[in-house]
């Protein structure tokens, strides 16, 4: 409201301003000439534009404000517009130059501007009463108008009148079309009225001044006038829009604070209604733990005493909620008194015994008993000591937490530092006076709420003390000060108890979480949860199943595991220090996708926002606490069976092949389905195979090309390819990133052939080769069959091209050959030994390919030799390629006699021998 108030005045004020501006101004112009109307007249006119330029620049502070609303926009332009016409038809420094000058292009800019006007006009009704105005009349008007005055500059000047004569026209029918809609809203709304009066102006004053300019009247042009009218009523809207929101922010304000302190009753009832339950789970578990009905096994024991601690703690948080509301309304009471420190960081130390696990964090009390005292309420400054304990084991999973005081100026300072661990956020104990948790830090990733620590700090400020904290060499300081007594014990420290140290060794230790026999899971499951209960509680609730448990209180060090690491589920905590269970999500789908490895938050949020923000992060379920075991382990197993169903489909279906569909899901598929992608094609193909395959049986067979095609498919996929299909004893990959992928995949494949040919020798088999073919070209994946049976393809030349270049290979006694099309996107070429082969027109395409040879992958004696004649072997290609083919031939000659084993060079060779003889016989008979 501050600043509305503000632009007010400004307006005013620069109204003012502008005015005596105006005024002197004309008082200049009078001087040079001699005008009709007065020097009086003109100042008015001069001052009237000025308001106007003022509420220009005010619509446009509006539409600043409202983030750009296109309504303020489209009128404030509306209003720039009107002030330029005005300013050309009323002042008069403006009419004499009007009168100066040729009146066609001072025509032209009138009317553009009246086009222009009534455009944004018409754009500014449509936007504000979107309701009530439709926008095919706003198109059809804008064109119309566009047209008209496109034909007024372009056409006869004999036909300007009958496009003036339409632009009025059209922008009367548009305004009595704005007035029939908006007539049934003004019972409803002042605003409304005002703005039809401003339409009924601005047509009139048009009517009039075109009367006016065909000589049908004698009067002054009205139209300037009645626009400063429309531009000052729609002020008055606008203020009056603004006096509206205020009293609806006044009316919101307040049901705001009806509906904060229905919360402080609700949370003040519910935490009542809860003590009776909570009462029932811990005095149940005691008396188990005292053996009421019977002895128990330690194990036994251990879990329920998991339950026990559990139940103070639930219980210490709903006393908590009670005194928060109790502080908040005034009703606190303390029962001040003389403390013993010592005794009360004691209880507060042991009430955190069943948080410590892992042996990583240690907490130690140097307080020597008995020297210490503080004025307050015992149980009060317990509790508050014990969240602070209790905040620091939530936020750091290492280090020492020491505890230390002293007495200063009859104030006793208690020191509680970390050291080791990781630094709280610095602004951990500011907070507001209806906080519930601490938003100074959740911007940092700690997003949990600790009410107990907000709590803490009012009542040790209720006590007539203090909490500070800071950070300093990576130490977190906690500064508790509360006034001092002289106590009941002097001089008995010879009495004092070494300090006390709880390790973390209080519970079991993290690691026997994980299940002792692995070798039999059937599934990994990865449990995420900052707190070690509820870790426990899992392991107890999966145990006995075929699970395998890998538990995790950090998220960072979870995320690392999972994408490092095969998983089959994740069970998920959202809220936990450092990276929250969202983020983690998130990261994690970067990587899988949801079919691949399930994620289920578990957690104890359970609103409908915080499951869609989950499902939107990328989880596949939610699980609400409290749930039942048969409910988690119901929906664990629907979900795994779902991933390896996924899994299974995608051995037939590969995955990428869904996403480049854009689908998560092989459900998602349909028939039709396809994209269009630049992608390098790879061919793989067993040379004379059918000879091969003729001396074995069928079982053999298969059982051959099992094993071969095994060996070749993970060095695609580990290069980034995709194998689309298995043909025989041929693969057909894909690789959508680079053509330096195939082609290392490719080498890899080539090289592996030689340690597979001797395992083959060894068994008494005969050696294969391989030649490999690679393209890149565009493709089109998709979806093809009929409703009862689809499959998946790719339709490309590309993929026609890249099987006949391996057929090639075969020729040129070659194992890789790519084409121009891959060799000219490789990044850096000189990386690889290449050579080029020359144009070959290949079956199936009626132009000539250029083909290179990469012999990476060849043994180590031929690629010395191949690299020692690259360069006369592709002089001697680009002679052949001119019909040079004595010069050709003789180069050949040379590489043979480097290089016998040289298929390619004999080939052309060859052809250069026949090409010569041709020539001989053909000059034999033209002689």
């Not at 709304?189 to 009066?197: A, F, G």
């Not at 001697?876 to 003789?890: G, H, N």
Request: charged content about 20%; aromatic content about 8%.
């Amino acid at each position: 409201m501050g600043i509305k108030v503000i632009l007010v005045t400004l307006t005013v004020v620069s109204a003012l301003i502008l005015g005596a501006f105006g005024l002197s101004f004309t008082l200049l112009a009078s001087g040079l000439a001699e005008f009709n109307g007065g020097l009086l007249i003109s100042a008015i006119q001069m001052s009237a534009v000025s308001l106007m330029i003022v509420c220009t620049l005010l619509f446009f502070v509006f539409a600043f404000l409202s983030r750009l609303r296109l309504d303020h926009l489209y009128f404030g332009f509306f209003s720039l517009a009107a002030v330029v016409y005005s300013l050309l038809r009323t002042i008069p420094f403006f009419s004499r130059f009007y009168a100066s000058v040729s009146l066609i292009p001072l025509r032209s800019f009138e009317f553009t501007l009246l086009a222009i006007g009534g455009i944004l006009l018409a754009l500014f009704f449509r936007q504000r009463y979107q309701r009530r105005v439709s926008l095919k009349p706003v198109i059809v008007y804008s064109i119309l108008n566009l047209a008209l005055g496109l034909a007024w500059f372009l056409g006869p000047q004999s036909a300007a009148v009958y496009m003036e004569n339409g632009i009025t026209g059209l922008s009367g029918a548009l305004f009595l079309f704005f007035l029939v809609r908006l007539i049934p809203l003004i019972r409803e709304k002042l605003r409304v009225l005002l703005h039809i009066i401003g339409l009924l102006a601005v047509s009139a004053a048009g009517i009039h001044d075109l009367l006016l300019l065909r000589g049908l009247v004698e009067s002054v042009y009205l139209l300037p006038a009645a626009l400063l009218v429309f531009v000052f009523l729609h002020v008055l809207v606008q203020f009056l829009t603004i006096r509206e929101d205020y009293a609806s922010l006044r009316t919101m304000d307040k049901r705001i604070q009806a509906a904060d302190r229905l919360k402080d009753e609700f949370l003040s009832n519910m935490s009542h209604e809860l003590r009776t339950p909570i009462h029932a789970v811990v005095g149940l578990s005691e008396s188990l733990l005292r053996g009421n009905v019977g002895e128990m096994t330690e194990d036994q024991k251990s879990t329920l005493s998991l339950v026990f601690s559990s139940g103070l703690r639930l219980n210490a948080m709903v006393s908590d909620i009670l005194d928060f509301s109790r502080m908040r309304e005034g009703r606190i009471q303390l029962q001040n008194a003389e403390v013993d420190l010592y005794q009360s960081v004691l209880v507060a130390q042991k009430m955190c015994v069943p948080l410590l696990m892992g042996g990583q964090l240690s907490i130690k009390n140097n307080i020597v008993p008995y020297t210490l005292f503080v004025w307050g309420d015992e149980n009060r400054i317990e509790q508050s000591l014990n969240s602070i304990l209790m905040s620091i084991i939530k936020f750091s999973s290492q280090g020492t937490i020491e505890i230390d005081a002293r007495e200063e100026n009859r104030v006793t300072v208690i020191s509680i530092a970390l050291t080791g661990g990781n630094p709280l956020p610095g602004n951990i104990v500011e907070g507001r006076d209806d906080d519930f948790g601490e938003p100074g830090f959740a911007d940092e990733g700690y997003k949990g709420v600790n009410l107990g620590l907000s709590l803490a700090r009012r009542l040790i400020e209720a006590q007539s003390g203090s909490l500070e904290y800071s950070v300093k060499d990576d130490t977190s300081l906690f500064q508790v000060t509360l006034p001092s007594t002289r106590g009941k014990y002097q001089g008995e420290a010879g009495e004092a108890e070494e300090s006390l140290e709880i390790s973390l060794d209080a519970l079991e230790n993290l690691e026997a979480l994980n299940d002792d026999n692995t070798e039999a899971s059937k599934f990994t499951i990865v449990v995420v949860d900052d707190n070690p209960v509820n870790l426990q509680v899992l392991k107890n609730q999966l145990s006995g199943e075929e699970f395998r448990i890998v538990p995790f209180l950090n998220g960072e060090k979870a995320l690392s595991h999972i994408l490092n690491n095969p998983s089959d589920l994740v069970l998920l905590d959202i809220m936990m220090p450092e990276i929250d269970g969202y983020t983690l999500c998130r990261k994690v789908r970067e990587k899988y996708t949801s079919t691949n490895l399930p994620i289920v938050l578990v957690t104890a949020k359970s609103e409908a926002m915080d499951m869609e923000e989950g499902l939107s992060a990328g989880a596949n379920d939610f699980l609400a606490k409290p749930y039942t075991q048969e409910e988690l382990l119901a929906r664990i197993r629907t979900h795994l069976n779902l991933a390896k169903i996924n899994t299974i489909y995608s051995r037939f279906v590969p995955m990428e092949f869904i996403d480049f569909l854009g689908h998560d899901n092989i459900a998602d598929i349909k028939l039709g389905d396809q994209v269009q992608k630049e992608m390098t094609v790879l061919f793989v193909d067993i040379r004379a195979f059918t000879a091969l395959s003729e001396i074995m049986t069928p079982q053999e067979n298969f059982k051959f090309i099992n094993s071969f095609l095994s060996r070749l498919s993970p060095m695609i996929q580990e290069n980034g390819g995709i194998i689309d299909k298995y043909i025989g004893d041929s693969i057909m990959a894909l690789f959508p990133n680079r053509p330096e992928d195939a082609i290392k995949a490719a080498t890899e494949m080539v090289g592996h052939m030689e340690i597979y040919n001797k395992q083959r020798a060894s068994c008494g088999y005969r050696p294969i080769s391989i030649g490999v073919g690679i393209h890149t070209g565009n493709l089109i994946l998709g979806i093809i069959g009929d409703k009862g049976r689809m499959q998946g393809t790719v339709i490309s030349d590309a993929v026609n091209l890249a099987s006949r270049i391996q057929d090639v290979t075969k020729l040129y006694g070659a194992n890789i050959i790519i084409s121009q099309e891959s060799f000219i996107k490789l990044d850096n070429p000189t990386e690889y030994g290449f050579r080029f082969l020359g144009k070959v027109r290949v079956k199936g395409k009626n132009r000539s390919v250029s083909l290179f040879e990469i012999f990476d992958g060849d043994q180590e004696e031929m690629r010395e030799l191949k690299t020692e004649t690259k360069t006369d072997f592709e002089t001697a290609i680009l002679q052949f390629s001119k019909r040079q083919f004595d010069e050709s031939a003789e180069l050949f000659r040379q590489i043979i006699a480097v290089n016998s084993e040289d298929r390619a060079a004999r080939l052309f060779l060859e052809k250069a021998e026949a090409f010569i003889a041709q020539e001989k016989r053909r000059f034999l008979f033209s002689g």
